[in-house]
C-alpha cells in the first residue's frame, strides 16, 4: 500500500516542479486531504457497491472548480483502478515532498493549555531559527501533561512537560532510595 502511494506521490510532485505550480498543488492537495478525511467522504470513497463513474460523478460535483486537473486525474485513476484506501496515504506524502523541498516542517507541539497568538508565533520563530527551515504549528492541548509543552519537529523530541518532569523525579527518587 505504502510504496504505490508513494508512487502516485511522486508522479505528481514531478509535475507540479514541472510546471512550477508547488505551492497551487500543496494548497490543492491540502484541501482535498482534509475533504476526504472526512467520515461522509471515506464512505463514499470506499464503498465497494459505488461504481467508479459514480465516484468520478462525486469527485466531479465536489472537486472540479477547486483542484486542477492532475489532481482531478488521481481521484479517477484510483477510482478506476480500484485503489481508494491509497488516496490519502498519497496525498499526504505529496504534501511532505512539496512541503520537504520548499523547506518547511511542520511542528507537532502538545501542551496543558492553549498558547495564544503571541506564544504560538514566538514558538515558531524560535524553531524556525534553530533549524533554519520554515516551521509550521500543529498545536494539540493535552491536559494530561499538567504544564509545559511537549514538542516533536524535524526528528527531534523537546519535552518540558510537568508530567514527565514528575515521573522522572518519581525514578530518581526510587533509584536513590534502594541505593
Not at 101 to 128: C, M, N, R, Y
Not at 135 to 147: A, N, T, Y
Request: hydrophobic share 40%; proline share 2%.
Amino acid at each position: 500500500m505504502e510504496r504505490l502511494s508513494i508512487l502516485y506521490a511522486n508522479a505528481l510532485f514531478d509535475l507540479a516542479k514541472k510546471q512550477d505550480k508547488l505551492d497551487d498543488f500543496l494548497e490543492q492537495a491540502t484541501f482535498l486531504q482534509n475533504c476526504l478525511s472526512e467520515e461522509d467522504c471515506q464512505r463514499v470513497i470506499l464503498h465497494p457497491h459505488i461504481t467508479a463513474e459514480q465516484k468520478h460523478e462525486f469527485f466531479n460535483k465536489a472537486f472540479f472548480e477547486h483542484i486542477n486537473s492532475d489532481l482531478l486525474g488521481l481521484l479517477y485513476l484510483v477510482a478506476d483502478k480500484n485503489r481508494e484506501p491509497y488516496l490519502l496515504q498519497a496525498l499526504s506524502e505529496l504534501i511532505f515532498l512539496i512541503k520537504s523541498h520548499k523547506g518547511i516542517v511542520t511542528a507537532e507541539v502538545s501542551s496543558a493549555v492553549a498558547f495564544d497568538d503571541k506564544q504560538a508565533d514566538a514558538l515558531k520563530k524560535v524553531l524556525s531559527e534553530k533549524l533554519n527551515k520554515d516551521v509550521e504549528l500543529e498545536l494539540k492541548i493535552d491536559q494530561s501533561l499538567i504544564g509545559g509543552p511537549y514538542i516533536y519537529v524535524d526528528g527531534y523530541y523537546i519535552d518540558w512537560t510537568v508530567k514527565t518532569r514528575l515521573r522522572d523525579l518519581t525514578v530518581h527518587m526510587k533509584e536513590g532510595c534502594s541505593a
